[in-house]
């Protein structure tokens, strides 16, 4: 792809640019990676975007999509980017990078109906419609769980994370650049994205706070090992300090068993030198996790391919899975009773100013056709107890309704 290092001509406010790519029909994401302030915005002009196996050597800039179940391992979408735009904090263009020349039509098409798209804030409240049924959704994720305890007990499973959804009808007019704001807002230390997929009809609004692979321009390679959730307030509604969070048994074993994960992926593949920090709490919006950090220096191990290596090694991890991982999928797929589609997967830039950024896709939802679908899910350890993994859910949906109750 040749690149055209060229600022933009006409002011561009990043939301308009992914509106008006939506309203054309056209493949557009709109992101801010966690503690950045920054902006980041990609337009393609297909809006049949192919599947493809996800090989970051290979890779122009671009966003990777990619389901929870990938058994093929080429059932990603990569979204290549024709236009790429970087925004200050002021909305200020900052860098640009393109394929199509400034008198391109779709580029000139694009530009015009951006600058048409209106940003004013509307403040309307509607009443959220709940299409799920709360008693029979919370009756069904118990019952999983028990089930899951017991095949715990029994031995077939070490773990496994059950996951459940939750269904809102949407306002008419409801602006999802909107809805990515606030999520910004609420939520700065999660990768927040907005992602349209012409080809699916489907917006996927999420604000995620788990790393799974990432490259930077240095060569260094970094993931985490995050499990273990329990609301970030105490019992008088106040933020608790990390340092003084109490966590159970239960939990400092669902995030040592991703440890271990990640540490065996390694040693799969003769990597030793790799730097382990934690683990540590962090906070990600109203909730607190346990996490642990690694980093490996690709140059100095000679390793460039340690990304792609790692993402296919990694990919479900234990954290959206379980242990085994082929014992947990079986199980997960007989007793969820629905596609997690994206939910679980992995999504983010790939090459975008010589820096990959992969995130587990979590405290997501998928918008069609008024319908927004909130995903939840819970690691059960054998000292799951099913009632506190019903609420634990709740809590993560709280993420996305949080900013769906504004509207």
Same mark, same amino acid.
């Given at each position: 792809m040749t690149i055209e290092n060229k600022l933009t001509?006409?002011?561009?406010?990043?939301?308009?640019?992914?509106?008006?790519?939506?309203?054309?029909?056209?493949?557009?994401v709109l992101w801010r990676l966690p503690r950045a302030?920054?902006?980041?915005?990609?337009?393609?002009? $297909?809006? %049949?975007?192919?599947?493809?196996?996800?090989?970051?050597? /290979? @890779?122009?800039?671009? !966003?990777? *999509? =990619?389901?929870?179940? $990938?058994? %093929?391992?080429?059932?990603?979408?990569?979204?290549?980017? /024709? @236009?790429?735009?970087? !925004?200050? *904090? =002021?909305?200020?263009?900052?860098? %640009?990078?393109?394929?199509?020349?400034?008198?391109?039509?779709?580029?000139?098409?694009?530009?015009?109906?951006?600058?048409?798209?209106?940003?004013?804030?509307?403040?309307?409240?509607?009443?959220?419609?709940?299409?799920?049924?709360?008693?029979?959704?919370?009756?069904?994720?118990?019952?999983?769980?028990?089930?899951?305890?017991?095949?715990?007990?029994?031995?077939?499973?070490?773990?496994?994370?059950?996951?459940?959804?939750?269904?809102?009808?949407?306002?008419?007019?409801?602006?999802?650049?909107?809805?990515?704001?606030?999520?910004?807002?609420?939520?700065?230390?999660?990768?927040?994205?907005?992602?349209?997929?012409?080809?699916?009809?489907?917006?996927?609004?999420?604000?995620?706070?788990?790393?799974?692979?990432?490259?930077?321009?240095?060569?260094?390679?970094?993931?985490?090992?995050?499990?273990?959730?329990?609301?970030?307030?105490?019992?008088?509604?106040?933020?608790?300090?990390?340092?003084?969070?109490?966590?159970?048994?239960?939990?400092?074993?669902?995030?040592?068993?991703?440890?271990?994960?990640?540490?065996?992926?390694?040693?799969?593949?003769?990597?030793?030198?790799?730097?382990?920090?934690?683990?540590?709490?962090?906070?990600?919006?109203?909730?607190?996790?346990?996490?642990?950090?690694?980093?490996?220096?690709?140059?100095?191990?000679?390793?460039?391919?340690?990304?792609?290596?790692?993402?296919?090694?990694?990919?479900?991890?234990?954290?959206?899975?379980?242990?085994?991982?082929?014992?947990?999928?079986?199980?997960?797929?007989?007793?969820?009773?629905?596609?997690?589609?994206?939910y679980s997967g992995f999504l983010g830039p790939v090459?975008?100013?010589?820096?990959?950024?992969?995130?587990?896709?979590?405290?997501?939802?998928?918008?069609?056709?008024?319908?927004?679908?909130?995903?939840?899910?819970?690691?059960?350890?054998?000292?799951?107890?099913?009632?506190?993994?019903?609420?634990?859910?709740?809590?993560?949906?709280?993420?996305?309704?949080?900013?769906?109750?504004?509207?």
């Amino acid at each position: 792809m040749t690149i055209e290092n060229k600022l933009t001509q006409v002011a561009l406010r990043p939301e308009a640019g992914w509106q008006a790519a939506q309203e054309l029909g056209w493949a557009a994401v709109l992101w801010r990676l966690p503690r950045a302030k920054e902006k980041q915005l990609i337009i393609n002009f $297909n809006p %049949e975007l192919t599947q493809t196996k996800i090989v970051l050597e /290979d @890779l122009p800039a671009g !966003f990777a *999509v =990619s389901p929870f179940l $990938n058994l %093929e391992g080429n059932d990603s979408f990569f979204i290549e980017a /024709d @236009l790429y735009f970087r !925004f200050g *904090v =002021s909305d200020e263009v900052l860098a %640009e990078q393109s394929s199509r020349p400034l008198t391109d039509p779709q580029r000139a098409t694009w530009e015009n109906r951006a600058h048409l798209v209106d940003l004013t804030p509307h403040h309307e409240v509607h009443p959220l419609v709940h299409r799920t049924h709360s008693d029979v959704a919370s009756s069904s994720y118990i019952q999983s769980v028990q089930e899951a305890v017991a095949a715990i007990e029994a031995g077939s499973l070490k773990k496994v994370v059950l996951s459940r959804t939750k269904e809102i009808e949407l306002p008419t007019g409801l602006s999802y650049v909107q809805l990515f704001e606030r999520l910004n807002q609420k939520y700065p230390n999660a990768f927040v994205s907005l992602v349209y997929l012409p080809h699916l009809d489907q917006v996927w609004l999420g604000a995620t706070p788990e790393t799974l692979v990432s490259v930077d321009k240095e060569g260094i390679f970094r993931t985490v090992a995050l499990a273990g959730t329990q609301s970030a307030f105490d019992g008088n509604g106040q933020l608790m300090s990390p340092k003084k969070a109490p966590w159970t048994q239960k939990e400092i074993e669902e995030q040592a068993l991703v440890s271990r994960y990640i540490i065996s992926c390694f040693k799969k593949i003769r990597v030793r030198e790799y730097v382990e920090e934690g683990p540590k709490t962090i906070i990600a919006g109203n909730l607190m996790h346990l996490c642990s950090e690694y980093a490996v220096d690709t140059k100095e191990i000679n390793f460039p391919e340690i990304g792609t290596v790692m993402l296919e090694l990694l990919h479900p991890t234990s954290a959206v899975c379980g242990m085994p991982k082929q014992a947990a999928l079986d199980f997960i797929q007989k007793h969820e009773n629905y596609d997690r589609a994206f939910y679980s997967g992995f999504l983010g830039p790939v090459n975008v100013e010589k820096e990959t950024n992969l995130f587990v896709n979590l405290r997501c939802m998928k918008i069609q056709q008024g319908i927004a679908t909130l995903y939840a899910g819970g690691g059960i350890t054998e000292d799951s107890d099913p009632q506190k993994e019903w609420q634990e859910t709740e809590l993560k949906c709280h993420t996305m309704l949080s900013v769906l109750a504004e509207t």
